[in-house]
Structures are given as C-alpha cells and as structure tokens.
Nanobody, 119 residues
Framework: QVQLVESGGGSVQPGGSLRLSCAASGFTFSSAAISWHRQAPGKERVLVAAITNGGGTNYADSVKGRFTISRDNAKNTVYLQMNSLKPEDTAVYYC?????????????WGQGTQVTVSS
C-alpha cells in the first residue's frame, strides 16, 4: 500500500533552515505529483509546495523565495528545503500524493513532522 514517511522536522531559531524529507513507497513514484502541506494549531491544512512528475513546481505565496521543493526519483524521496524560517512557519508538515482506482481518486498522507520556529 501507499506509504509516505516524513522526517527532518525540529526546532530552529528564526532565520534558520531545515530540510524535510518524504520517503515514498507503494506506488509508481516517478509518475506521481507530490505536495507538501502544513497545519498550524487551530488552522486548516494548507498547501505549501508541490512538484509534478516532470519536475514542475508550485509554491504558496507565503513561502516563495524561501522554500524549495525537489525530488529524487532514484530514492523515491521528495525534499522541502526551508530557509529564512519565520515563527509563522511553525506547523506540522505533511507530504501527500494521490492515486487512482478506476475513476476514484484516493489521497494519501504521511504522519507529519513538527516544525517549530522560535527564539
């Protein structure tokens, strides 16, 4: 079955950097679009960045110029490099993908990794 496992979260001071990883299995990784989302306490889960199977990328306005999403198809892994972190980046970060069973779309999520930005 589809598995997504995030890692790399932690606590960092404002202005610092972290790199999140999402290790994937159970589907044809090289053909899949993968996205990173985040959910802060009391708020909805929102899209942070996404990467297509061809390497095209899309970012939320709040992270443009600071975050970079990339993929390594040989390792079935997607990364989120986060620089110039701000306290408002504090959230649980999730990676996600979707698969199709016939005409039914199935969304898959990892367990999440906590990112805390605080002085």
């Amino acid at each position: 079955q589809v598995q997504l496992v995030e890692s790399g979260g932690g606590s960092v001071q404002p202005g610092g950097s972290l790199r999140l990883s999402c290790a994937a299995s159970g589907f044809t990784f090289s053909s899949a679009a993968i996205s990173w989302h985040r959910q802060a306490p009391g708020k909805e889960r929102v899209l942070v960045a996404a990467i297509t199977n061809g390497g095209g990328t899309n970012y939320a306005d709040s992270v443009k110029g600071r975050f970079t999403i990339s993929r390594d198809n040989a390792k079935n892994t997607v990364y989120l490099q986060m620089n110039s972190l701000k306290p408002e980046d504090t959230a649980v970060y999730y990676c996600s993908t979707h698969t199709w069973r016939g005409f039914a779309r199935q969304d898959h999520w990892g367990q999440g990794t906590q990112v805390t930005v605080s002085s």
